[in-house]
């Protein structure tokens, strides 16, 4: 068997909560403040997303590498990320500077958000729902980052 060594640079990366500052990358899955979009006896219904598709797809993700080699995007498709299980980073971007939120609520990121999750418990379970077919472009990031939080008391 042949080893193969790869270098890792540690990066130390700020986690903020889900907040204010997150909803240029999308929003928090919660109801508008504006009312429910239908109402019957005893349930509300909110409408929080909707766009055009040719049919959509409900995923289960599993992520357990608290590595970054790459962050994607889907230009053509918004995503959710909904935590199940464990506690999870997701990195965001719409350039250059990446910000680090706290995965602890179910979120709908906007089309061409690059993104990428890292657990920071042992494992983290997510539920992810996106357009049938998504085009995924990814952007490498050289050496990998093996990331560590830094606001602990946030956590």
């Given at each position: 068997m042949q080893s193969v060594?790869?270098?890792?640079?540690?990066?130390?990366?700020?986690?903020?909560?889900?907040?204010?500052?997150?909803?240029?990358?999308?929003r928090i899955i919660k109801p508008f403040n504006e009312g429910p979009a239908e109402q019957g006896k005893g349930w509300d219904f909110y409408m929080l997303s909707k766009s055009k598709s040719d049919g959509w797809r409900i995923g289960?993700?599993?992520?357990?590498s608290k590595e970054v080699n790459y962050l994607?995007?889907?230009?053509?498709?918004?995503?959710?990320?909904?935590?199940?299980?464990?506690?999870?980073?997701?990195?965001?971007?719409?350039?250059?500077?990446?910000?680090?939120?706290?995965?602890?609520?179910?979120?709908?990121l906007n089309e061409g958000v690059w993104h990428a999750l890292v657990a920071l418990s042992e494992r983290v379970k997510i539920k992810i729902s996106e357009n049938l077919e998504v085009e995924k472009i990814t952007r490498p990031i050289k050496p990998p980052r093996l990331i560590i939080p830094t606001s602990a008391k946030e956590l």
């Open positions: 060594k790869i270098n890792f640079t540690m990066t130390k990366i700020k986690v903020k909560n889900l907040d204010k500052s997150f909803e240029q990358y999308g289960y993700l599993i992520q357990t994607e995007k889907h230009p053509k498709s918004k995503e959710t990320f909904e935590p199940i299980e464990g506690v999870g980073i997701i990195l965001l971007s719409l350039g250059d500077k990446i910000d680090a939120y706290l995965l602890d609520k179910p979120i709908i």
